[in-house]
């Protein structure tokens, strides 16, 4: 979850909070999905054009409702956790100018059923999504979004079909039709330039081709320090983890704040790099191997690591490679220093996601029976999936899967939980991941559940190999994250706290603090500035005997 995720809980939110906390007691959060409230006849039938895309189409048709137009977002670019409805549904050789109906038995959120759509006027809008098919390495084939390089955001994605947004009259209960064309096709994404401090790689990777079948590539945005043309020097190098973006890392404009203080004298001389390794499943990796993914974890310390120190000057030592990042790149950055903890100098690691699974955003996988709600002897209580730093809702569990599986089934959603069944857990019969729970029951597959644990569960793996990764890793682990963190990743972190003061042989407690009443993604009260300061301060001090900080005049 991530940088991407913690943003879109915001301020924005107040005003649908009500909507959330009223559910909160609905219907909605029993272990069936509900059927639609009435019997409807009205549908949608989405269709597109023969210029926008040739030949038949498998993917996912979808429909978005809103109520006022907004001039600068259009429908499709409104959906969200806590955005306008919208209502999806499987497509498979779609022709063009055939359509596809969209009605009252297709799952919708935050909607359920187009038969609770109450009757008025609406602004609508229809987007088809193509889907591609990869022929997988392991004997499987599968039909997945292709990602081009837009960071697995089907509503924005190159090649994805949309119409123009209709003004409709919508009555469930009188029925009828609506049809949508998409007429319009998204353009390929545009690349920014580079610039004199800001540079981006991109290259085929051979391993991730190989396991997928398709093209797929992986890249990084590298900003360089000042005068990093005029020297001849190698400079320490930090790994930011996270989202995939095109931007350049923290921020960098050559104006803001942060750039002001990175080109100022006196400011220490680093690189800083993030990594793109967007994949079928989501905007990013996760940083390791796995079934479904593929050997991600591979790639980048063999092809996308190996290609930045070839390009750039990069001191090559593990005390100069200095990882950080916040809530998914805050739990790669810990699990790239715990899994390779010789290859790396230390992680900052800010609001990681779960780093231990008792807590997966509410969801305790090795007690909990479902997903969807605990059970308190007779009493069954939804369980909260997000919240504001008041301790007031935002959305339960199965209004978060809910509305991932409307964006996407079998763990296409391009979403979060998705992405972790895709990365922590097994592969299923049909070759896509076993999910770890019912997205429609929430009821927890407990095989599943010891997967992810033997796998990828960092408290436990390091409760395993402490004996061997424990003294690798001393001085090497700086936790930071609210105490209040909107989707309770201060549990596992906390957990993973209590059991390292406990540690011995050697004993090592690690480095947390906890902001009192903040929510993701807090990273400390220090700036981004002061923080670089501090990790070149602990590159100073462990830098090996004979080692110059003629990168630094400090």
């Keep these: ?117 109450p009757p008025g006027e609406y602004f609508v809008q229809a987007v088809v999504v193509v889907y591609s098919e990869f022929r997988r390495a392991d004997g499987h084939v599968v039909w997945m979004h292709d990602d081009q390089w837009e960071g697995q955001r089907w509503n924005r994605a190159p090649g994805t079909l949309y119409s123009d947004v209709q003004r409709v009259h919508v009555d469930p209960s009188a029925g009828g039709v609506v049809k949508l064309v998409a007429t319009r096709r998204v353009p390929p994404v545009e690349v920014p330039a580079d610039t004199k401090h800001v540079k981006r790689i991109k290259f085929e990777s051979p391993s991730l081709t190989k396991f997928w079948g398709r093209p797929i590539y992986l890249g990084a945005v590298v900003l360089l320090p000042r005068d990093y043309d005029r020297e001849t020097i190698s400079y320490p190098v930090n790994y930011v983890q996270g989202h995939f973006s095109l931007a350049s890392p923290y921020g960098f404009d050559e104006t803001n704040e942060f750039s002001t203080a990175w080109l100022s004298d006196g400011f220490p001389r680093m690189i800083a790099v993030t990594f793109q390794h967007p994949t079928p499943y989501f905007d990013d990796s996760y940083a390791v191997n796995s079934v479904n993914n593929g050997p991600y974890g591979d790639a980048i310390m063999q092809e996308l690591i190996p290609e930045i120190e070839k390009r750039f000057r990069v001191i090559r030592e593990p005390y100069a490679r200095i990882l950080s990042g916040g809530s998914t790149g805050g739990w790669e950055a810990a699990a790239l220093q715990i899994f390779h903890p010789d290859f790396f100098g230390g992680a900052w690691a800010y609001c990681p996601d779960s780093v231990t699974f008792s807590d997966v955003e509410g969801i305790d996988i090795y007690e909990d029976e479902n997903a969807f709600y605990k059970v308190h002897d007779w009493r069954k209580v939804p369980t909260a999936n997000s919240r504001f730093v008041n301790g007031q809702l935002v959305m339960t569990s199965q209004q978060r899967n809910y509305f991932e599986l409307v964006n996407g089934t079998h763990g296409r959603s391009g979403e979060q939980i998705d992405i972790w069944s895709a990365v922590f857990g097994p592969i299923g019969p049909d070759g896509y991941f076993a999910p770890l729970f019912d997205k429609k029951t929430g009821v927890i597959d407990r095989k599943v559940a010891a997967y992810w644990k033997e796998h990828y569960d960092l408290l436990y793996h390091l409760q395993k190999n402490w004996a061997t990764v424990g003294p690798k890793i001393v001085d090497k682990l700086f936790f930071y994250t609210g105490d209040a963190d909107t989707y309770y990743l201060n549990n596992s972190t906390r957990e993973l706290e209590k059991w390292m003061k406990t540690t011995t042989n050697p004993h090592y407690e690690g480095f947390f603090m906890y902001g009192e009443n903040k929510p993701h993604c807090w990273s400390g009260p220090v700036s981004p500035a002061e923080r670089l300061k501090e990790i070149a301060q602990f590159i100073q001090r462990r830098r090996p005997e004979g080692a110059t900080t003629s990168w630094w005049t400090y």
């Excluded at 559910?23 to 949608?44: I, N």
């Excluded at 989405?46 to 189409?57: A, K, M, N, Y």
């Excluded at 001039?71 to 409104?78: A, G, I, M, S, T």
């Design 1 to 117: 979850m991530q940088t991407r995720t913690g943003s879109m809980i915001s301020a924005a939110l107040a005003s649908l909070a009500l909507a959330a906390i009223a559910a909160v007691s609905s219907a909605t959060f029993h272990a069936q999905a509900r059927p639609p409230a009435a019997a409807s006849k009205f549908r949608f039938e989405v269709s597109f054009i023969p210029q926008v895309h040739e030949g038949p189409i498998t993917g996912r048709a979808f429909v978005m409702i809103t109520r006022s137009i907004d001039k600068v977002r259009e429908p499709r670019l409104q959906i969200g956790r806590t955005g306008i409805p919208f209502f999806g549904r499987d497509v498979e050789r779609l022709e063009p100018e055939a359509a596809v109906a969209i009605d009252a038995s297709d799952l919708g959120t935050p909607v359920d059923t187009l038969g609770d759509i």
